[in-house]
């Protein structure tokens, strides 16, 4: 993963990833909101990172996913440590 800053007062890749899941549970607000989604439209990796957290939460919230948490946690862990 680069970590980088596209212009002068954007957030890194780094950055952007530590408030990917804020932004997905709607608890990103205000400016570091508009600094994410800025960040988006000019980083595919971190995008492609956003697409893919989207889609699996989605999808988990679909299933009513509510036994064995933690297991699923660790795989998930682990299937994103290979991404």
């Not at 890749?13 to 570091?32: I, K, Q, T, V």
């Not at 994410?36 to 679909?62: G, N, P």
């Amino acid at each position: 993963m680069q970590v980088r800053r596209n212009t002068p007062g954007s957030i890194s890749c780094s950055e952007a990833l530590n408030w990917l899941f804020d932004y997905l549970d709607e608890e990103l607000h205000g400016s570091r909101r508009e600094e994410f989604e800025k960040h988006l439209e000019e980083c595919r990796h971190c995008f492609s990172r956003f697409e893919f957290e989207r889609l699996l939460k989605s999808r988990l919230r679909k299933l009513k996913v509510e036994s064995n948490l933690s297991r699923l946690r660790e795989r998930m862990e682990a299937l994103l440590e290979q991404f």
